[in-house]
């Protein structure tokens, strides 16, 4: 059974940092392409960044580039985000998403494209 499981979410004032983590089991970690999602109440939920399985390719939201980071660990089947100089409107739950792939620099960063999904951690930021 394939659990992912998010932490590091919480309350920070703008300006501020945050590191969340998703630890995946239950799946061949190296044979998925990882992703943050991100979803306030009323809208849809939207792509953030993404992560190869090689961790050679990375994609990102124009509104996170050069504030956040996605990295990976795949010896403890875990993968990051970074997030530096947070803003108020960064404020949503963070999901993390898997996609299998052969592709080791395959980076997939649609919604639909995604096989599991976290529960999401809460992420506020106070202006």
């Known amino acids: 059974q394939v659990q992912l499981v998010e932490s590091g979410g919480g309350l920070v004032q703008a300006g501020g940092s945050l590191r969340l983590s998703c630890a995946a089991s239950?799946?061949?970690?190296?044979?998925?392409?990882m992703g943050w999602f991100r979803q306030t109440p009323g809208k849809e939920r939207e792509f953030v960044t993404a992560?190869?399985?090689?961790?050679?390719?990375?994609v990102y939201a124009d509104s996170v580039k050069g504030r956040f980071t996605i990295s990976r660990d795949n010896a403890k089947n875990t993968v990051y985000l970074q997030m530096n100089s947070l803003k108020p409107e960064d404020t949503a739950v963070y999901y993390c998403?898997?996609?299998?792939?052969?592709?080791?620099?395959?980076?997939?960063?649609?919604?639909?494209?995604?096989?599991?999904w976290g529960q999401g951690t809460q992420v506020t930021v106070s202006s």
């Open positions: 998403a898997t996609k299998w792939t052969t592709y080791s620099d395959y980076v997939a960063s649609h919604f639909s494209e995604h096989d599991f």
């Open positions: 992560i190869s399985w090689s961790g050679g390719n990375t």
């Open positions: 239950g799946l061949t970690f190296t044979s998925y392409s």
